[in-house]
């Protein structure tokens, strides 16, 4: 039914290279002398061990990688890199409790942001980075970041593709997708590079430049201060932040196109980013006249802080310069869409994707037209593209799933005591892989440590579900998957 040899012999590599990843954190533990050496020297040894048996299990599988097997494998995957990278926050003892580490960890790999720890600051270098890498690791996707490096290892990778790629549009730009993760993977390495340059010549250590800069390019939004890049009180950074913020909220595929091969006015012109970019000058533009009118901010504070938190919750980044949370209510509605819309397919940005927005928008205006013409053939074209009725029908499905996930979250923990701003936005935080929420009781700048234990497992899921697009996970639990024909 489901080739398990196969599954067992990717899951072991990819911890392999998990276990890789965790060895930076220990040399630079090693580095500082400081007291997280044996934690993540366990865990490297433990996630290593771990990825041996499964290879032994693993052997003699044949290469054949059924849509079934590429789903499970990807919602395992995801599952397994959480539960062995929390392993260095517990055994640490950093984090005492399993569900605050898993909530942390896996809040870093889906690139959601939020956290449960109310003082990053005295956190030791090897920790710190680990938390940050986390979020790199799993901006582009765990399993997409296999294809890129070893081209042969994972058979059907078009399906695990699939499985794992956000939005509607998946970004393969070559006929060889092993191509295609390279092209990506080099924007994204690109854009993490010359971050953390301009960071580090605005004044921030290299160390936080390279954790800042990681962040920032995953669209998730950790950082090595409590007050994000508010600690600063730079001008310059903020802007820096601003920028790669919005160019990581651009599909990766369009920015390749428009670095690589010139192709800018392609990238002008796409529906997608037209629309991405309206969303920020519109609600950027609403913000400052709030901000002005009742916060006493001057133009240029408003401006630069307006659109900080904009580009900031519209990329699901979440980073903060400023509490929004003592700004006028209004401009928590104006934040909350940005959180719902999000960036761009194949970005490393989550949400709702401007993609299916712009998909949307246009099947509205058709049945407008409709009911004055009701006999009017209306083709719905995105970028010179038919978007076809099976699509459309799919949209509304992702839509649906979406608002129902978000809810039922939100009726769970209106349940649990939590007040009913906090748990809207906080659902649609953890749905759109965002990270900050708004409220009072956890605003923005605030940890999410009080949130009861039975909430934070559901939010968990929540934040999974809306990492891989929702049917990825969603499909496991149905009775259709599990049946042999």
């Known amino acids: 039914?489901?080739?398990?040899?196969?599954?067992?012999?990717?899951?072991?590599?990819?911890?392999?290279?998990?276990?890789?990843?965790?060895?930076?954190?220990?040399?630079?533990?090693?580095?500082?002398?400081?007291?997280?050496?044996?934690?993540?020297?366990?865990?490297?040894?433990?996630?290593?061990?771990?990825?041996?048996?499964?290879?032994?299990?693993?052997?003699?599988?044949?290469?054949?990688?059924?849509?079934?097997?590429?789903?499970?494998?990807?919602?395992?995957?995801?599952?397994?890199?959480?539960?062995f990278g929390m392993l260095p926050f517990l055994i640490g003892g950093f984090i005492p409790h399993v569900t605050d580490a898993f909530f942390e960890t896996m809040s870093g790999l889906t690139t959601t942001g939020a956290t449960i720890m109310d003082h990053v600051e005295g956190l030791p270098h090897g920790i710190l980075f680990w938390r940050s890498l986390t979020q790199w690791i799993g901006g582009l996707g765990i399993v997409f970041f296999t294809i890129a490096v070893i081209p042969s290892f994972v058979g059907g990778s078009i399906k695990v593709f699939a499985a794992e790629a956000t939005g509607p549009i998946k970004s393969k730009m070559h006929p060889r997708l092993t191509t295609t993760a390279k092209a990506l993977w080099g924007v994204y390495l690109l854009l993490t590079v010359v971050c953390a340059i301009c960071f580090f010549m605005f004044g921030m250590s290299p160390f936080d430049a390279v954790n800042y800069a990681m962040t920032i390019t995953a669209t998730g939004g950790f950082a090595t201060h409590d007050a994000s890049t508010g600690y600063f009180h730079s001008p310059a950074i903020d802007y820096t932040a601003i920028v790669f913020m919005f160019l990581s909220g651009v599909s990766f595929a369009l920015l390749y196109a428009a670095l690589f091969k010139g192709k800018v006015k392609q990238l002008l012109k796409n529906a997608e980013f037209r629309l991405y970019s309206s969303l920020v000058i519109a609600s950027t533009a609403l913000i400052i006249y709030f901000l002005l009118r009742f916060n006493d901010y001057d133009v240029?504070?408003?401006?630069?802080?307006?659109?900080?938190?904009?580009?900031?919750?519209?990329?699901?980044?979440?980073?903060?310069?400023?509490?929004?949370?003592?700004?006028?209510?209004?401009?928590?509605?104006?934040?909350?869409?940005?959180?719902?819309?999000?960036?761009?397919?194949?970005?490393?940005?989550?949400g709702f994707k401007c993609a299916r927005g712009v998909i949307a928008l246009k099947v509205l205006r058709n049945e407008i037209r409709r009911m004055l013409h009701p006999k009017a053939l209306l083709?719905?074209?995105?970028?010179?593209?038919?978007?076809?009725?099976?699509?459309?029908?799919?949209l509304m499905a992702f839509f649906i799933a979406y608002i129902t996930l978000c809810f039922t979250a939100y009726f769970i923990m209106i349940l649990a005591g939590v007040d009913s701003t906090n748990s809207i936005t906080i659902a649609l935080s953890c749905g759109s892989n965002v990270g900050p929420t708004l409220g009072l009781e956890i605003g923005p700048t605030m940890s999410w440590s009080i949130l009861p234990t039975m909430v934070k497992w559901i939010l968990s899921a929540l934040m999974l579900m809306g990492r891989l697009e929702i049917f990825t996970v969603l499909v496991i639990f149905t009775p259709w998957f599990w049946k042999s024909h």
């Open 379 to 394: 083709p719905l074209k995105v970028n010179n593209s038919t978007v076809h009725s099976p699509a459309q029908i799919t």
């Open 1 to 83: 039914m489901f080739n398990w040899r196969l599954i067992f012999k990717i899951l072991g590599t990819l911890l392999w290279i998990e276990a890789a990843f965790m060895s930076l954190s220990l040399v630079l533990a090693l580095y500082h002398q400081e007291s997280d050496i044996m934690a993540f020297a366990l865990t490297v040894g433990i996630t290593a061990l771990a990825g041996t048996v499964l290879r032994l299990l693993g052997r003699q599988s044949t290469d054949a990688l059924s849509r079934r097997d590429a789903y499970l494998l990807v919602s395992v995957v995801w599952i397994a890199f959480t539960t």
């Open 300 to 350: 240029s504070d408003a401006i630069r802080v307006a659109l900080f938190q904009v580009v900031s919750f519209i990329t699901t980044t979440g980073m903060f310069n400023e509490d929004a949370a003592q700004w006028h209510h209004i401009t928590w509605v104006i934040l909350s869409l940005c959180m719902f819309f999000g960036g761009c397919a194949g970005s490393t940005a989550g």
